[in-house]
């Protein structure tokens, strides 16, 4: 890791290129929910007050590439607005002349946002021609959109190669909560995952597992490891292909890897469905298990006591269905009972951790879903790679 940071250049005078995730919900033309600008604001606000001028660049939803009405930029503009007290310059468009012209007289201080990135299909493609018309609007290029450096489009891989290019304080402590608990944890170490697929995730098991103490599994991919086992799931969410990989992992993992004992079983795939608990030896063949058991909650516990680290990516059930949300919001509750460093995840696992009221008590909670999977899968994102490295770990190799 070891990137520079905003910290490591002059940037009075200078005009800076920020890319930031507001990619946020909106509703009836304002912004529904502020997390992820007021996650930016740090880099914002020091940028301003270095004497730097700020050009913000963003994605919204997916307008694949058109312009879409809906999708413009203005509610997220005017709310930033109030959010740092001064005016925000908002841009019809990210490139062109008007835009240049604007970016060519911009002063210290001043706070321009340009239009959605996605309106035009090169930022997906990264088309070096549209990144080096961004670059050309500003001096030094600031990544602080974590949740989109797994993708390498136009504004986080291809701009970097016209600017100096350092990360924001939102990408630098991503990187290294996430970077830390991968190579130096505090032990015992403890990763939990869950969720609905194992295939997007196997990548994710294999890295977790060759660096934890102990590995809990639920959600719906844990039935793919209960039938690998020779269990019956009976309706539940299976993915026959994974099976033998499934098997594998658990040769692999020996005594590390530990699976639910008890499930809650429905007889649909509904709120209201009947639903009762039993062992995993018998799930009967028209039920299917929807939520994790109180007997696999204790066991869990019991893993989670002495833990110094635990890192929890995906629901243990389908707590969308409040009769299933037992063993997700009582797997947050434990959480917030020990003494581990905890670091959260995924949308989902968010999610349920807000609506149990518990967020706040997570130790970290990731700003990007896709980007800190692949961070846990041990590859290297290409608008992380695309920065450039601290002077120390240059000269120490
Ligand atoms: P993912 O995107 O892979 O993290 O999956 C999240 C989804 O997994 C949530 O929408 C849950 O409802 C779903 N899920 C969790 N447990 C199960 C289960 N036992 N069966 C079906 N879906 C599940």
């Known amino acids: 890791m070891g990137k520079k940071t905003v910290r490591d250049i002059e940037v009075k005078g200078k005009r800076a290129l920020v890319r930031v995730d507001f990619n946020v919900p909106l509703a009836d033309g304002q912004v529904a929910d502020d997390t992820r600008i007021r996650a930016a604001l740090p880099t914002i606000q020091y940028l301003l007050e270095q004497g730097a001028a700020v050009i913000l660049m963003s994605h919204l939803g997916r307008p694949k590439g058109q312009v879409r009405e809906e999708l413009r930029m203005d509610p997220v503009a005017r709310w930033l607005s ?3 007290g001064r005016e925000v310059v908002k841009l019809d468009d990210c490139v062109g002349k008007e835009v240049e012209s604007t970016a060519a007289n911009l002063e210290p201080g001043q706070v321009v946002l340009l239009e959605n990135l996605r309106f035009h299909p090169e930022e997906e493609e990264n088309d070096l021609d549209f990144a080096q018309h961004l670059a050309s609007l500003a ?6 959109a974590f949740g989109t450096a797994h993708r390498a489009h136009a504004s986080t891989a291809g701009v970097p190669q016209y600017l ?8 630098e402590r ?3 909560v996430l970077g830390s608990v991968l190579t ?3 032990r015992p170490f403890v990763g939990i995952l869950g969720g609905a ?6 990548g994710v098991i294999r890295n977790l597992l060759s660096r934890v103490d102990v590995f809990l599994l639920g959600g719906g991919m844990a039935n793919t490891f209960l039938k690998a086992q020779g269990r019956e799931v009976g309706q539940s969410l299976v993915e026959d292909e994974s099976l033998p990989v499934a098997r594998q992992i658990m040769e692999e993992a020996g005594g590390k890897l530990v699976l639910p004992v008890d499930v809650v079983v429905a007889d649909a ?4 469905a009947k639903a009762k608990t039993v062992s995993v030896q018998q ?4 039920w299917r298990i929807l939520d994790v058991g109180p007997e696999t909650l204790s066991l869990f516990e019991e893993k989670l006591a002495s833990a110094k680290t635990v890192i929890w990516n995906g629901p243990m059930g389908v707590f969308e269905f409040p009769s299933f949300a037992a063993g997700t919001f009582t797997l947050a509750r434990i959480l917030t009972e020990t003494q581990a460093t905890t670091i959260v995840g995924g949308g989902d696992s968010i999610a349920a951790l807000q609506q149990a009221g518990l967020l706040d008590r997570m130790s970290h909670v990731s700003t990007g879903g896709g980007a800190s999977l692949e961070l846990l899968e041990g590859k290297t994102l290409p608008g992380v790679a695309a920065l450039e490295d601290k002077e120390e770990d240059v000269e120490g190799g």
């Open 269 to 272: 795939f509904a709120a209201d």
């Open 283 to 286: 799930v009967p063949a028209k």
């Open 197 to 202: 697929k194992v295939s997007g995730k196997i």
């Open 139 to 144: 001096d030094v290029y600031v990544n602080d």
């Open 174 to 176: 991503e990187l290294k």
């Open 184 to 186: 130096n944890p505090i």
């Open 164 to 171: 100096p290019s350092v990360s924001g304080f939102l990408m």
């Open 82 to 84: 109030e959010l740092v």
